[in-house]
């Protein structure tokens, strides 16, 4: 059996099991909606007035533009540069500001104790764990949005100052750069998740290192698979590949590489990293909603 | 008020158990309460006593370790209970960054009503909590009688049928703990069925039907304030302008059981009594300021029951 019919035949389960089952679930999810959305609303509302996020973009912002003024490359290997160092900065940036987000996100709510008021209303703990989550995909989203906006501005000055200079090999390379930049998005989304999953569990401070952690090992997954192939140790080997497997894989959606060396991008392989990471989301956010079930607030 | 129970607690325990202490700290131990439609009932007891322990069982922020709670019959996990009840918290926690019109729209949203009902209601609930002129104000930028109103409003937003209040007046000075209690003076009026938890006994004094006396974790003793306090155990006669020997031709009337700074004591059988003493204290040209039946303060009531079940357990 190829991966693609196995993937087929377990789509078609779960639809099936989704459409049988609907009486179960359709109700919960026709209440959780109008909840998880004013949850999410008021956490994006509640980030913009704290001001550190507009902060934090500004700061890449600053950094992107600074970028331009390295003109003693080529135009060639500016543009190369330009794409790489930008989609870095909006890789770790996002990163940093997805971990430093979720791990506070429902923390921050059980130590200043707001969320008293809210458990004792009509809304499920897992509608909260959602609004959260939600929330803090569209404050990212917005992040994500304006630096690949500034950088994409970079980059159209930057084409019409060197593009009537002799032999000018600038090339901006906008829809490498916007489909980078989105698979990027993507990538903190799972992260994110993945935060929101630890914080239900564990102090902050363990949630933030853990994350760094997990971005780390999520980045060299490909490295992890192969010390796990190599491993001396039976444990070192279980070890290695437990992480391969609980670890979600972010350097699939990593096109930093293809997109700035001009290389051919595959939107396929970006469609398969998104489908593995939305279920993984899914996943990991059932989790932290159980968790957080059985969690004394 | 009537017979229907609207809270029901049965055989609630609850322990704290860690790493540390795996045998565990028992913060509620064995209670049981019930609640009436239309009454205003107190749970007070000193710090650590499990008050604020057992309302978070009640709301389901955290779980009992044994027994139930029902509210109208129910589960709190139904979702429909908590269309009926509201809920203050201790020391009001809301979002600070946002003002009171803005957090009572967004606790009415929860409830599902639509934007012209939430207008409506904000305007309401701001002006029966006093925060109409006050409204932008961002909550951390109000003061704590603000922040105890708002949190109140955000309480009410449903119209609750049952109102759990956490020591709603902690912290406030005077005039706001009297602006709170006239509060719920008037949610009392308007027929909600109000748990109080608190340790300011004046207040619970003045609101209340009945009272449970929690200690250790458990009610030590429970009741309306009459029965808690018991009858009148003495009459007192207040006076002035009676001198020493004056006070003696007194106290040797029949029922005084003693005169002192010009305060006159009878035993509580004595009303037969009271007019012959008070004509004594005339003819004595002393004045008579005041006579009454005092009966034990919820405050003597509380001292007594903690010392009872202390010595019960010793």
Known sequence: ?297 | MNDEIVLQVEGLTKIYRSLFTPVGVKAVDNLNLSVRRGETYSIVGPNGSGKTTTLKIILGLIFPTAGSTTIFGSSIADLSVRDRIGFLPEDAYLYDVFNGEELLDFYAGLFGYPRSRRRQLVDELLTLVGMQANRKVPFRECSKGMRQRLALAQALVNDPELLILDEPTSGLDPAGRHQMTRLILELKKRGKTILLCSHFLAEVEEVCDRVGIMYRGGVVAEGSLSELAGEPTEIIVTTSGVGEAQAAVIAAQPGVLSVSDGVVRMTKESGDQLWPVLETIHQAGGRVVEVSRPRPSLQDVFVRAIRQDTVEEA
Do not use: C
Not at chain 1, 48 to 62: C, E, G, H, S, Y
Not at chain 1, 180 to 194: E, K, Q, S, W
Not at chain 1, 274 to 297: H, K, M, P, W
């Open chain 1, 1 to 297: 059996m190829t991966p693609q019919l196995i993937s087929l035949i377990g789509a078609v389960v779960v639809v099936v099991t989704l459409a049988l089952t609907r009486r179960v679930w359709a109700p919960a999810i026709v209440h959780a909606i109008p909840s998880v959305w004013r949850i999410a609303k008021i956490t994006v509302a509640e980030a913009r007035r704290r001001r550190v996020l507009q902060a934090v973009v500004v700061l890449v912002v600053l950094i992107l533009f600074s970028m331009t003024f390295f003109s003693y490359l080529s135009p060639g290997e500016q543009s190369r540069m330009l794409i790489n160092g930008g989609l870095s900065a909006i890789t770790v940036f996002g990163i940093l500001l997805a971990i430093f987000l979720a791990a506070f996100l429902i923390p921050q709510e059980l130590e200043t104790r707001t969320v008293y008021a809210i458990l004792a209303k009509p809304v499920k703990r897992f509608e909260f764990v959602l609004g959260k989550y939600v929330g803090a995909l569209i404050i990212l989203a917005i992040i994500v949005a304006v630096m690949t906006a500034v950088l994409v501005l970079v980059l159209v000055l930057q084409d019409a100052m060197v593009k009537d200079l002799p032999d000018s090999t600038f090339n901006p390379n906008l829809e490498g750069v916007l489909f980078a930049a989105l698979m990027n998005y993507f990538a903190i989304a799972v992260l994110t998740g993945l935060i929101m999953l630890i914080s239900t569990v564990s102090s902050t401070t363990m949630t933030v290192i853990s994350s760094f952690i997990i971005w780390a090992v999520g980045s060299l997954q490909s490295t992890i698979h192969d010390l796990a192939e190599h491993a001396d140790t039976a444990a070192t080997k279980l070890l290695l590949q437990v992480l391969y497997v609980v670890v979600p894989k972010l350097e699939n959606f990593d096109f930093r590489n293809e997109v700035s060396n001009y290389l051919h991008v595959s939107y396929m392989s970006g469609w398969d990293a998104l489908l593995q990471g939305l279920g993984y989301t899914i996943v990991v956010l059932i989790l932290a909603s159980i968790f957080f079930n059985d969690r004394q607030v």
